[in-house]
């Protein structure tokens, strides 16, 4: 298969389970398929067809990283390519803890699914919504378990438990 072949199927490759994620978030199988780290795999396979066919100037570039370097590098069309494929399977690992950690942490997906496709485009402006996204909501529940005030408790004093 060609370079230009390979970068092109790259995103596709991913495209599935972005397309889950974001359009059927509560559905069983999404969840399911989701669960497992190897959703990456695909583009990790594209990643390792160019690192292995350059390894050695790879291996200069990220050994001992200078900008004329890496320019160089990623200038070639197998770089490039490697870049993308690089980068298309570390934003679905990425794509993939959000949706896992929104679920477990009770973040409506209104939230979530603008944050996913952001995440697509521009994964570290993705992830940095994502986690203020998170903190909010981590607050929010927080502060949720407290009493503004009430008889038995001052503001800002926790309500108080009934254990057993």
Known sequence: MSTTTLFQITFYLAAPFWALMILAPGWSLTRRIIASPWIVLPPLVVYTVFAVGDFGTLWSVVSRPDLETLRAFLGTPEGAAAIWAHLIAFDLF???????????????????????????????????????????????????????????????????????
């Not at 402006?125 to 909501?137: E, H, I, M, P, Q």
């Not at 607050?139 to 009934?162: D, K, L």
């Open 94 to 164: 990425i794509g993939r803890w959000m949706y896992s950690d929104a679920r477990e942490r009770g973040v409506h997906h209104a939230f979530v699914a603008p944050i996913l496709v952001l995440t697509i485009l521009l994964s570290p402006f993705g992830l940095l919504s994502y986690l203020v996204v998170r903190a909010v909501a981590a607050r929010r529940a927080t502060i949720g378990s407290w009493h503004v005030s009430s008889p038995s408790t001052g503001p800002g004093e926790p309500a108080p438990h009934s254990g057993g």
